[in-house]
């Protein structure tokens, strides 16, 4: 009582502290704990609780429904998603969404070369040779936008984007348990073959965040592996 301490009675074995002593401790705000190892983790997990408390909480986000109606599921095609993301004033490489070759090629020339032409519609665009890459001039995206024109619902055309460090996987999904949760991740094309990921519940704060991306095998990447470039960690965090 005088120093306002938080206590606690240790038993190795149960029988040590029978059930009506135990319930004396607790009527007068002690904890009866069983077991030396089982007594740490408790007092492990009370420490994490009490530092969590004290940090600096994460804005609530806005959990309710939108867009679609509930039990309805729509995905943007990537022309969409990449606008919604601008919107959102997130850095995004200039892109524009081409319904033939002639338009493809047109859209190209203004964005500048080189770039990058996908099929839109296709989820996994990989697997079916639905990118070209590194595309230098209006005859390359004529010659590819003619291949890639009946894989999908649409061209989009792309700046490249070169020296990139690393790819990173950002999900968001409603869970019908937990709510709303976020997932990081290796990206690319080795996703779900690395299954380097961690799912975090929203809202989350940016040192919950950057914690995250340091639990991942990408992040020496992030760092600069064996002297190649370092990432922006915190213009990464900040897009989070």
């Known amino acids: 009582k005088t120093n306002k301490a938080q206590g606690a009675i240790v038993s190795s074995l149960p029988e040590n502290l029978p059930e009506e002593y135990t319930a004396g401790l607790m009527g007068r705000g002690m904890v009866p704990l069983f077991g030396i190892s089982e007594a740490m983790d408790a007092a492990q997990a009370a420490a994490f609780i009490g530092w969590a408390w004290r940090e600096p909480q994460a804005q609530p986000i806005?959990?309710?429904?939108?867009?679609?109606?509930?039990?309805?599921h729509v995905t943007p095609d990537e022309a969409e998603a990449k606008a919604r993301l601008i919107e959102a004033g997130l850095p995004v490489p200039r892109g524009e969404r081409a319904g033939n070759a002639v338009e493809a090629v047109i859209s190209s020339m203004a964005l500048g070369f080189p770039v990058?032409?996908?099929?839109?519609?296709?989820?996994?665009?990989?697997?079916?040779?639905a990118v070209r890459l590194n595309l230098r001039d209006a005859e390359s995206v004529s010659t590819a936008a003619h291949d890639l024109d009946a894989l999908g619902t649409g061209l989009y055309v792309e700046r490249m984007v070169r020296d990139g460090v690393a790819e990173l996987l950002v999900g968001f999904t409603r869970d019908p348990m937990f709510g709303a949760v976020m997932t990081l991740g290796t990206g690319g094309v080795l996703v779900e073959l690395l299954r380097d990921s961690v799912t975090l519940m929203l809202p989350a704060t940016r040192d919950d965040i950057e914690a995250a991306l340091r639990g991942l095998k990408l992040f020496p990447?992030?760092?600069?592996?064996?002297?190649r470039p370092k990432?922006?960690?915190a213009a990464a965090i900040e897009a989070i």
């Open 221 to 227: 990447l992030l760092e600069g592996y064996r002297g």
């Open 62 to 72: 806005d959990t309710s429904a939108s867009g679609a109606p509930a039990g309805d």
């Open 231 to 233: 990432a922006d960690l």
């Open 116 to 129: 990058a032409l996908k099929a839109l519609g296709v989820t996994h665009k990989s697997e079916l040779d």
